[in-house]
């Protein structure tokens, strides 16, 4: 039985299927593939972030899967929508829908208050990033953005999350524009202006937006959960009619 392709691109922090703990049950009904983007891996060093390496590995999982069939939906957490959005915009042809949790699509609204407040308060740490430990840019970057503190980096698998948080690029550098012709839901946790503000100018272009408990994690709740699968649901069921 052909099962629609969907891929999981994951933020910062976990990576692969581990980031997705609600999910790894669409394998059930879907062809699931759960990517590592640049940099991840769970031994080697990580590397500097890429928004463009990012992209091409969300393009090279839409590929053609050897039946023949190309293209499927694409479900990107934080950091990860940037690469998603990239994909479709270069190859909107393969991208069935587009799921956004959360989004990191902060070169969109720079110019927006929420964003702006956002960069004056994290650009000073990025501008010494490279002259900061792993452990201490991380801890200044956890305060900042979510106003809590972050255990120490000692085991091996903390220290090299930790220098990949140092490693990423900052988000409103990525070099985003809109997505023309995807149905793209935007998932938000309600907790965070500047994601609703990147919401609401995503829904200005078209998206639908739904917000779900969780925090910036949204897709492990019920409800963020149940807004993912329904909304894919409904974009194949409308693909299938239209085909029929």
Request: aromatic share 6%; proline share 7%.
């Amino acid at each position: 039985m052909f099962k629609q392709r969907v891929v999981f691109v994951h933020g910062d922090g976990s990576f692969g299927a581990a980031a997705w703990p609600k999910q790894h049950g669409m394998a059930l009904d879907y062809d699931a593939l759960f990517l590592r983007r640049h940099g991840f891996d769970p031994v080697a060093e990580p590397l500097e972030s890429s928004f463009s390496a990012d992209a091409a590995i969300v393009l090279a999982s839409l590929a053609d899967d050897g039946r023949g069939e190309a293209g499927g939906h694409v479900v990107a957490h934080s950091q990860g929508a940037i690469s998603a959005m990239m994909a479709a915009v270069e190859r909107p042809d393969l991208v069935q829908s587009l799921t956004l949790v959360e989004p990191a699509c902060l070169s969109l609204t720079a110019e927006l208050p929420a964003t702006a407040a956002h960069r004056a308060l994290m650009q000073p740490l990025y501008d010494v990033r490279h002259s900061l430990s792993d452990d201490d840019f991380q801890r200044e970057f956890i305060r900042r953005a979510f106003a809590a503190d972050a255990p120490g980096a000692t085991t091996p698998e903390a220290l090299r999350s930790a220098r990949r948080l140092r490693l990423q690029a900052p988000p409103w550098d990525a070099p985003l524009q809109i997505v023309p012709g995807v149905p793209t839901l935007v998932l938000t946790g309600g907790w965070e202006p500047l994601y609703e503000e990147i919401a609401g100018y995503l829904r200005e272009t078209g998206a639908l937006h739904r917000t779900a408990p969780g925090g910036h994690r949204p897709q492990d709740s019920t409800e963020g959960d149940r807004a993912i699968r329904s909304f894919i649901a409904e974009v194949s069921r409308r693909r299938h009619a239209r085909a029929s």
